[in-house]
């Protein structure tokens, strides 16, 4: 047998069978490679259970019961209390938890588990306070009081019967798998053999062994998604130099003097980084974070201004024909006084201006392009494109940032990505990895603290559609946002107000009847949109429903209410987003919440919301409840391609797998020929994903 061994099918293993294999097949094992890669997510650990007559306070141990009672309670000021209580060789030991009402839907009375945490005596009996839990199921083999893999399982296939085919795949085929870290790289980084840590993972002795086998494997994943990110970075700077736009005193001081206020020290610090690179020669690749409204785009219409002071054309692309429009009018008025020539180009354009757009792009008259993603098609020739404003990258595809070095000119232009959703670290090192990370941290000048409240029944909601009235008379605007535009049959029976046409027909016939109700949402033509927003914006209607499309870029500072309807539905940081359009002026802001969700995962994000205000920190909670892809809301796009590791989980190594792996690129030691397996590999993972080139 050789390599080609693991393409083999797992038919053929000892004990699989037709039947069986097709089982597998449920869980995507096909061959005998899949299955020494469908790694268990946890271990059973059943090699040092104590009995509850031999338990010690404060010492970390395991103890193995049967779940004979379960009860929660709320106690003073609305907290949750659970208790699990289990049969321990004759002695009650209890598990308690605070303010996690779900758990005691994990436990069924009957069940065999095993509490790990430090116990403490209470009332003569042994407590664990949140202890880790593992139901220990009917397994077979726990009288052997081993470390036992826990696999996925598809119905038809037990536990134990996956252990021992995954047992006999490991020992006869892991010779075969092939490493593609050389010893010497591997004693660098601090890390055992390929087949070493596979053998570790799905047959352990020790927790110990598992953990370094799996770090193992988390590490690889991590490593060689760094490498491609490393990869990506090198090509781009060595596919020719960038212009150099330098900024003298006298451009920063012409350019400063067109904003109405002054610039804060976050902006500054920005400005600084970003006027580095522009003037470097090599092209800039730049993430630039902040909370809304902290000035973003004041700091990319300063790049801007110092593009075209040098010479050069420059381009803002936004994601939405409402978001571009937003920009161009902030960033027409802010250039009312100035001679740079611009202009607005979205898909809705028409044919003879658009002609006339693309003539003056292509002769270099204009200067500054605004625009939808028209500004990409391949009919857009730029004469000297000097900076690309990309903002709300996550919301385009991941491949689209690069399109605009793929021109005729010898000079690639510099790439500034902007995000007003504050991005987990973790993320910023993975999905923007390829990029340098600029961060203004400064809170909004004058921005105040949005009151947020959760409204959860019937009652709740008349008395926050009454407070709403009041601020209403007194002059002020709101938000009414819906996750969808129409409601389905399951809403309407359920409850009407689930869509934002709906929300309109109820609001303006009903409760607002007395006010000016206007709707926007995504299907409406770009005129109708812009044409809601500018009513909106002038104060002639003073209640805006709509479904996300405010949820970037729009900016009316007498708008004070933001309703969120079924709040659950969005991803924190979403939310934050939403709620993050009021309070843009000089009054109080109030956001609510509409959910009857009663999920955990609801209940935690939702709770945090009320409590939080930072957006980074809101990011990070968010990153820990639901996961990379929903948190930018983009998990079509959004997926990290990646096998094993956990983002929030894995900082750490992330961290270390970056710095080991730009340093591998950046020294040049990753093009000697004993790393092309390693090369190979990256390119297989992640070449498609990350646009890379296939060679250097």
């Not at 070095?405 to 910023?428: D, F």
């Not at 909004?444 to 603290?449: D, E, L, T, Y």
């Not at 509409?594 to 939080?612: G, H, K």
Request: charged share 25%; glycine share 8%.
């Amino acid at each position: 047998m050789n390599a080609d061994s693991l393409q083999q099918s797992v038919q053929f293993l000892r004990g699989v069978g037709p039947d069986r294999m097709k089982l597998l097949a449920n869980l995507g094992i096909v061959t005998v490679g899949d299955l020494l890669w469908t790694l268990p997510r946890d271990v059973l650990d059943l090699t040092n259970i104590r009995p509850a007559s031999q338990l010690r306070t404060g010492e970390l141990q395991t103890v193995r019961g049967t779940v004979v009672d379960r009860d929660g309670r709320t106690t003073g000021a609305g907290r949750t209390l659970v208790g699990v209580l289990i049969d321990s060789d004759g002695l009650y030991v209890r598990g308690l938890w605070f303010n996690q009402p779900w758990m005691i839907h994990k436990f069924q009375v009957g069940e065999s588990v095993l509490f790990s945490g430090k116990p403490k005596r209470h009332a003569g009996r042994w407590e664990f306070s949140h202890p880790r839990v593992q139901s220990i199921g009917d397994t077979d083999t726990e009288a052997r009081r081993e470390i036992l893999p826990v696999y996925p399982l598809t119905e038809g296939l037990s536990q134990d019967q996956m252990r021992r085919i995954v047992r006999m795949a490991v020992e006869q085929f892991v010779e075969f798998v092939p490493d593609p870290l050389p010893a010497g790289l591997r004693e660098r980084l601090g890390v055992c053999g390929l087949r070493q840590a596979i053998c570790e993972l799905h047959l352990p002795k020790t927790i110990a062994e598992f953990e370094a086998g799996r770090r193992r494997l988390i590490f690889d994943d991590l490593f060689e998604f760094q490498l491609g990110l490393a990869m990506r970075r090198r090509s781009w700077k060595t596919r020719g130099a960038a212009p150099a736009l330098p900024t003298t005193a006298k451009i920063d001081a012409r350019i400063r003097r067109l904003f109405p206020f002054t610039f804060t020290e976050g902006q500054n610090q920005a400005v600084a980084e970003i006027s580095r690179d522009l003037a470097s020669g090599e092209a800039m690749h730049r993430l630039l974070q902040a909370e809304v409204g902290a000035g973003k785009t004041a700091v990319a219409l300063y790049a801007i201004l110092v593009t075209v002071a040098a010479g050069h054309q420059a381009v803002f692309m936004a994601p939405t024909e409402v978001l571009a429009n937003q920009h161009w009018q902030t960033i027409d008025a802010a250039l009312a006084h100035s001679r740079v020539r611009r202009l607005l180009l979205t898909g809705g354009l028409p044919p003879r201006e658009r002609r006339e757009a693309l003539g003056g792009i292509a002769d270099g008259s204009v200067s500054l392009v605004v625009g939808t993603q028209a500004v990409i098609q391949k009919d857009v020739a730029f004469a000297k494109l000097g900076l690309v404003v990309i903002d709300e990258q996550h919301k385009f595809g991941v491949m689209q940032r690069a399109v605009f070095s793929k021109g005729n000119s010898e000079l690639s232009p510099h790439v500034l990505v902007m995000t007003a959703t504050p991005i987990p670290r973790s993320l910023c090192l993975t999905q923007f990895g390829d990029l340098d990370l600029t961060t203004i941290v400064d809170t909004p000048p004058g921005r105040q603290k949005v009151i947020t409240s959760r409204v959860t029944d019937a009652a709740m909601r008349q008395r926050a559609w009454e407070f709403i009235k009041e601020q209403l008379t007194k002059g002020r605007q709101a938000y009414v946002v819906c996750p969808r535009i129409e409601a389905t049959g399951e809403d309407l029976s359920k409850r009407p107000a689930a869509s934002a046409e709906e929300v309109f027909k109820l609001l303006s016939a009903g409760t607002f009847q007395n006010f000016r109700v206007g709707l926007i949402h995504g299907r409406l033509d770009s005129d109708l949109k812009a044409a809601g927003m500018e009513a909106f914006s002038n104060g002639k209607i003073d209640v805006l429903v709509s479904t996300t499309v405010v949820e970037v870029g729009i900016d009316v500072p007498n708008a004070t209410i933001m309703v969120i309807d079924e709040a659950h539905r969005f991803g924190l940081s979403q939310l934050h987003q939403l709620r993050g359009r009021i309070s843009r002026g000089k009054f109080q802001g109030y956001c609510f919440l509409f959910s009857d969700a009663q999920s955990p995962e609801a209940q935690r994000r939702l709770a945090a919301l009320e409590t939080l205000s930072d957006g980074f920190k809101i990011a990070e909670a968010d990153f820990e409840i639901r996961g990379p892809g929903d948190v930018l809301g983009t998990r079509q796009h959004g997926d990290l391609p990646l096998r094993v590791a956990d983002l929030a989980r894995d900082e750490a190594i992330l961290k270390e797998a970056r710095a080991a792996a730009f340093d591998l690129v950046r020294s040049g030691e990753f093009d000697r020929p004993e790393l092309a397996p390693l090369k190979i590999r990256v390119l297989e993972r992640f070449g498609k994903a990350l646009d890379l080139p296939q060679t250097g």
